[in-house]
């Protein structure tokens, strides 16, 4: 988790559990958003876009307009929202991926192989010891990190054994 929030700027924040004074906006919101179930369930909405829209009125009407106690230079977020001068960030579709890519460390054996979901890959003799990261990807394909970080050209050779699926084979990178 710390790797993805880093890839994307978020600041991981650690809490002491059942401790409400050192997470209690998050309580607090919890709190909303069980009173909006609650309601929603009498309304039995259908469609996903109903629900949604069932929330959207929610939240504005019992959340975003209400005064807050955690706001007081605003007289509730929605205000505080419009009189942020930080502007939104928006993450590219290539970033939040690779963010969310599972990582996996494995060390490469005396045959310059490492095991990944049950298959041994050809990495390269010359990684026999080294720790190597394996990045993989939503479609369970596998890039393992090179040495310093780079990534290098390197690819299990023709007929090696790959991830399930039409991404068998796809490239391992190096050692890190």
């Known amino acids: 988790m710390a790797r993805m929030a880093a890839q994307l700027g978020i600041r991981v924040v650690y809490t002491k559990p059942y401790a409400p004074e050192s997470k209690g906006k998050i309580e607090r919101f919890n709190r909303v958003v069980d009173a909006f179930l609650a309601e929603v369930r009498l309304d039995r909405p259908t469609t996903l876009e109903a629900f949604n ?37 928006f993450v590219d579709a290539a970033t939040l991926t690779a963010a969310f890519q599972r990582v996996d460390h494995r060390h490469v054996d005396k045959t310059g192989c490492v095991s990944f979901r049950g298959q041994a890959y050809a990495v390269g003799v010359e990684w026999v010891g080294q720790r190597v990261t394996v990045d993989r990807g939503p479609r369970h394909g596998a890039v393992a990190g090179a040495p310093g970080g780079g990534r290098g050209a390197h690819r299990p050779p023709p007929g090696a054994p790959g991830p399930p699926g039409p991404h068998a084979g796809d490239a391992f990178a190096g050692a890190g």
């Open 53 to 89: 829209a069932a929330w959207d009125v929610w939240r504005t009407e019992c959340y975003q307009t209400q005064p807050h106690r955690a706001l007081p230079d605003a007289p509730h977020p929605e205000a505080a929202f419009r009189g942020d001068p930080e502007p939104l960030r």
